[in-house]
């Protein structure tokens, strides 16, 4: 063989088996399509915008765990927004958008004056104005003239409590926990897991159409592909379903009383 060849072969070799192992560790992961959703009073609809947490082991093994998480709660989005002194205009805006912060999307003229006028967003966009001289920019940029609680408050206490638990489930498993959100058809994907059985949980309860539902489930992973996890959703509901094993906990929101 020329020299000049040895070399080609020796090049492609060296891309070749790389590519191959990796295609290999692919081909030896596991994928969950994950669909959420609940009944209420309108029918079936789809949960959006709510993490959901792979943890490695049964229900079983994470016992101790599974207790813990459903022993943990917050305060629900409407009684905290309240007790920070949020008008009735801002927590109905949270609510009607499906929002836990006003980060949540775009907020409308509408919003900033006349009769669906928000009390914290006009006067927040009244010193935007003032300051960057530019309507469209200020409305853009109102949220970061919110106080502090109302901007981000409810996010930063739903995180130090899903973090402590988190810690406990990679200290106890020795394995790094997943996690997915789900889309806004109540969608999501957890990709390249390694094969074996998992705990699957939203670790603090999900605030649905007059409950809060947590769920705590068992999945057997084995490798596979996406082609063959589209067709095979592990799907949650608020009902129990026979053919999942999972834990599902159901509070009432609580009335809050400003």
């Not at 596991?30 to 915008?49: A, C, F, M, N, T």
């Not at 009684?79 to 002194?85: D, I, M, T």
């Amino acid at each position: 063989m020329k020299p000049v060849l040895k070399i080609t072969v020796s090049v492609f070799l060296f891309f070749l088996f790389p590519f191959s192992f990796l295609l290999f560790a692919q081909a030896n992961r596991g994928v969950i399509r994950l669909k959420v959703r609940y009944k209420s009073e309108q029918g079936i609809k789809d949960l959006p915008r709510e993490r959901f947490f792979l943890i490695k082991g049964s229900l079983e093994q994470n016992g101790s765990l599974t207790e813990k998480i459903k022993q943990t709660e917050v305060m629900s989005r409407d009684c905290f927004y309240r007790a920070k002194g949020a008008s009735g205009g801002f927590v109905k805006w949270l609510k009607d958008n499906d929002c836990e912060s006003p980060y949540c999307r775009d907020i409308e003229d509408k919003y900033l004056s006349g009769a669906e006028a928000v009390p914290e967003f006009s006067t927040a966009f009244d010193q935007a104005t003032r300051e960057l001289k530019d309507r469209e920019v200020a409305r853009r940029w109102l949220t970061n003239y919110l106080t502090p609680e109302l901007r981000f408050g409810f996010y930063e206490q739903k995180q130090k409590a899903m973090q402590a638990l988190i810690t406990d489930a990679e200290a106890a498993t020795k394995t790094p926990v997943m996690s997915i959100m789900t889309d806004r058809k109540g969608t999501g994907y957890l990709t390249g897991i390694p094969p074996g059985t998992y705990t699957i949980s939203n670790l603090l309860g999900s605030e649905t159409e007059g409950a809060n539902v947590l769920w705590i489930c068992e999945r057997e992973v084995k490798a596979t592909d996406l082609s063959v996890a589209m067709k095979r959703p592990f799907t949650l509901s608020n009902e129990n379903d026979p053919n999942a094993k999972c834990e599902i906990v159901k509070r009432p929101l609580p009335i809050c009383i400003k």
